[in-house]
């Protein structure tokens, strides 16, 4: 059947039954990687629904810009997503089908019907779709802002406007283990930024769910690194594990906050360097990632000299870069730390003196 022919056929659908049928005949062509720009008219027209005004512009292969899906058209799309991806078939079609439905360049509709369709599959523990989504967040960057949007709003389903985390967020590592990791990697980077000198912890409940996680697998950091199913030929986007985040969570924790969580993660996270095989080159820890701990202690500093107390004698601070201290000895130990490491010493010999970072300085800078 021809292009226009099948796009006739589709028009004469009602919504989402043309979802149905559009859907396998994008899969077939984006997996041949033929005629893509067929696929991304498909897509628009008859999976979002983006009519375009003039019928010259699906020819040009232009942007759409036309009617929204309602909301009940948007719970019937998210029901045959989930339907399509929960269907057997290889890994790598799903995932190149999910990219193909949810690029990078997101518009607003696109963006949430994305969040309403993984707090779906969360809530349903449909593991398929969490792996793709998993893989979607790797491949556009789980800190990039389209990750950080579905992340926020996890967070605001699960967490924020929840009574009781369910059950099947807790799950989320047993289901989807390589969602989790891309998911607190993205979660660990909206939290504990210095902005205008003020640090924004994570809710207490995801701070818990998050160690808990942890506490149950200590390899739970590292499952993004796993190989990602793609297509032959297509490129795989660099891994960025949790560990750098969530190390931040527990390094500067001290300054406003005594929960036993944060000392908890922070043995956790310690225990997960320690099982990581170095038998490679390094890729778990980016020292250009632990060196972002330096500025907030330094604003605490700052604080602390004005107010005309010691920072060797406060111990907040002390505790602070104690664990810093511990998590970048044992991260060049265990030489699961890679790019320059010689910056980020001396970054921390910038800090106030501290007994153990000082030897941490002196013990690395010999090798």
Known sequence: MSQADFKQTLRKLDFPACVKEALPRIESIVVSRSKQNFAIQLISEFVFMERPKDPVDIRKGQTFTGTQLN?????QLIIVLIEYFSQ??????????????FGSNLTPQRSKILCRLVSTAVSGSVAPLLSSAGTWMQQVGCMNPPSLEVAQSLV????????KTSEQFKQLPMVAPHFAANLMTTVADLYMKEQNGV?????DALLDVFTEWISENHDLCLASQQP??????????????????????????????NRPSYSNLHLWLLQTMLQIDNSGPPTALNAQHVAQNVGPLQTYVARLVADKIEPTKDAAYQKSV???????QLAISVKCMYGNITQLLCLLETLPPHPLMTMVIKANRKN
């Open 156 to 163: 605001s389903d699960f967490i924020t406007f929840s009574r």
């Open 199 to 203: 640090l924004t912890p994570p809710p």
């Open 322 to 328: 104690e664990r810093l201290a511990q998590a970048v």
């Open 228 to 257: 990602l199913a793609l297509p032959s030929g297509a490129i795989a986007m660099p891994v960025v594990t949790p560990l750098a985040g969530l190390i931040r969570w527990a390094v500067l924790s001290p300054m406003f906050s």
């Open 88 to 101: 057997p078939g290889p890994d790598a079609t799903r995932n190149v089908v999910f990219l193909s439905l």
């Open 71 to 75: 909301s009940f058209q948007e719970f």
